[in-house]
């Protein structure tokens, strides 16, 4: 699943934490990164490309344990991130026009509506969308009732059961025989101005946003615990073969190739959260 939705616990002030560690970049060139509050650095470093291989640019951020688990014995990935994560957690969503999640993932780990991380609204000058993948139109009550309801991507069969609780400019119809078709919807979110996406799961929209040749960078925190038997990892799906992908060409059906473009290290032992934590940023080529 994603990097938590909401921030270890900590002092915070008017700008959010600010207790938060620093952070050692390994690769390519080692330097330290220390705590700003306007996270200048952290930025630059996770800085969107001017251009990418199609209308929008779609980065992935999740977090797994060493083991590979994508959640905790809570099933929520909360449980298995830190403060090192949430300094990157922070600035990803302050760089992004809207985040793109599944409804059940949203449901589970308690999303609300989004803002600008406090004191990072300078990174990003509109406001942070959140937009839920949902082939039945399901929306989380919390996120119905919400001043600035969230989009809903989903196919046919979902239109009218979204469009029940949900304002219909807020609805989105993409469909590819029953399914979402993810493609069509970044389109459209692309229309509305959306163009820098950051999918935060779960692991079944990004397995299928992979198997679709849709995701352009992947961030994974890998978290220094290990949790044992049970939890799945980041990536879920049973149709790895269904056509999909970008202009209508078959998403990878197999590995292929990712290349790393940098690699954070958490230094510090901290109370609940031992050195160790690594945050690597992994650029997804054609495949």
Known sequence: MTSATQPPA??????????????DVLLPAPRRIDPDRREEALAALYAYPASGRGPVMVRANMVASVDGAAWGADHRSGSIN?????????????LADVVV???GTARAEGYTALDRPRGLDH????????????????VPAALVAADRPPFLLTGRAGADAARAVLPADRVLVADDDGAVDLA??????????????????????????????????????????????????IVAGSDPDR???????????HPHGARLAHLLHGPQDRPGSPAGTTLARWLVPLG
């Open 10 to 23: 900590g002092p915070a002030s008017p700008a959010g934490r600010d207790d938060l560690p620093p952070l």
């Open 82 to 94: 830190d403060d090192a994560d949430w300094r990157v957690f922070r600035v990803l969503r302050a």
């Open 101 to 103: 999640v599944g409804a």
């Open 123 to 138: 990174l990003r000058d509109a406001p942070l969308e959140l937009a839920l993948v949902s082939r039945t139109g399901s």
């Open 184 to 233: 069509g919807a970044l389109a459209a979110l692309a229309r509305r101005g959306l163009t820098r996406v950051l999918a935060e799961g779960g692991p079944t929209l990004l397995g299928a946003l992979l198997r679709d040749d849709l995701v352009d960078e992947l961030c994974v925190t890998t978290s220094p615990t290990v949790v044992g038997r049970g939890p799945g990892r």
């Open 243 to 253: 056509p999909g992908g970008r202009a209508g060409r078959p998403g990878p059906a």
